[in-house]
């Protein structure tokens, strides 16, 4: 699969387990469309929605050799083996992981998105095997909402999940 197939696949995959969590909620989501961006306009019981899906690596280096693996359109791009030590993982991720939050609220696309849909749902995928989604939600929180408490108001709702895919657990950070 060429690298943007394997994105709309790991997107698809990402929007069905939040289907399912918001049905274990008792909410219906269809999706309707996936115009890019955002990445998706839905329904979640009977009210229009739109959903921007994202994804924080514990490195550059790992997102590269995790993407670049799978793409038949790229060379892969091992992690460099001076990379591959990490002496403060949590301190690391949790920088990548503001500055991926932040870069949403940066893109002017997605601000015109906000502009004629209203304010939307984050999804960031949490790449790190040294953490789990809930446990940086649960330790992050504050600081996540305190760095977009400056930001416009694009976002109603941002979700932390594992990005292992592995389950459909989804942990609101809360606006």
């Not at 115009?35 to 009977?46: C, L, M, N, Q, S």
């Not at 921007?52 to 550059?60: C, H, Q, R, S, V």
């Not at 939600?137 to 109603?156: G, H, P, Q, V, W």
Request: net charge neutral; with cysteine.
């Amino acid at each position: 699969m060429k690298r943007r197939e394997i994105k709309n696949v790991h997107e698809q995959a990402v929007l069905n387990n939040f289907k399912h969590y918001l049905l274990n909620l008792g909410k219906i989501l269809e999706v309707l469309n996936n115009p890019e961006p955002p990445d998706a306009i839905v329904k979640i019981d009977g009210k229009i929605n739109w959903i921007e899906i994202t994804d924080a690596f514990l490195n550059k280096e790992m997102a590269e050799s995790i993407t670049s693996f799978l793409a038949e359109d790229k060379p892969h791009k091992a992690v460099p083996t001076k990379i591959r030590k990490v002496y403060c993982p949590d301190m690391q991720f949790n920088e990548i992981l503001s500055e991926t939050i932040q870069k949403k609220y940066i893109k002017n696309p997605i601000k015109k998105v906000r502009d004629e849909f209203g304010r939307g749902i984050l999804l960031v995928g949490a790449h790190t095997p040294f953490s789990s989604a809930r446990d940086i939600c649960e330790t992050e929180r504050s600081s996540i909402l305190n760095m977009i408490a400056t930001e416009d108001d694009r976002f109603k709702e941002i979700y932390l999940y594992d990005g292992s895919g592995t389950n459909s657990q989804f942990f609101p950070i809360g606006l």
